[in-house]
């Protein structure tokens, strides 16, 4: 890719026009890799995405910076489903053919929801968009650490894990994952 072709696209990029600080968003993370946003126009209260401040297109483009995002979206999970009440929280990783940004995006399931897929986008106002931004944003959490059995997991079983992930286009990923737990308790 030229050089001029890159600047065209990341110009074009919505999320690097985000990441840019050019466009409105209700924030809820930023770190030196990331930033995390509110959906607004979410499948369910609290849509989460995730975005690399650095451009590129499928997280095997960008291995390392992909490991944090997911990273982050593990720690958001949590906070949603501690602040907002959410039953679960599902992850979506979506190329869309507008945006070829990757990105994550993080679905809060409800208790009485329908599957997140079968949802329409929910009304949501900017009000309530800057008060679940609020619940969510980092600064006003307290984080309690709890103490877990440490697991070694090789970085050829993680590339394992991330492999079904891709693979099985997210079918056997929490199964596959357990078990490399499970093995990694054995070894």
Do not use: W
């Amino acid at each position: 890719m030229e050089f001029s072709e890159k600047i065209d696209q990341e110009t074009q990029c919505l999320f690097c026009n985000i990441s840019n600080n050019q466009v409105k968003i209700f924030k809820v993370h930023e770190d030196s890799n990331s930033i995390a946003f509110l959906d607004i126009n979410p499948r369910s209260k609290g849509m989460i995405i995730i975005i690399p401040k650095k451009h590129f297109n499928e997280m095997n483009d960008e291995y390392d910076i992909s490991k944090k995002l997911f990273e982050v979206a593990q720690k958001i999970s949590n906070k949603i489903k501690e602040k907002l009440k959410a039953k679960n929280v599902n992850l979506s990783i979506i190329n869309i053919p507008d945006i070829k940004h990757f990105h994550i995006r993080l679905y809060p399931i409800y208790e009485n929801e329908k599957p997140l897929i079968e949802n329409n986008p929910i009304k949501i106002s900017e009000d309530e968009l800057k008060n679940i931004a609020a619940e969510l944003n980092e600064e006003s959490v307290e984080y309690q650490v709890e103490e877990k059995e440490d697991i070694e997991i090789s970085e050829s079983k993680i590339e394992t894990i991330v492999d079904d992930f891709i693979k099985d286009d997210h079918k056997n990923f929490e199964e596959s994952l357990e078990n490399q737990v499970i093995k990694g308790r054995r070894n």
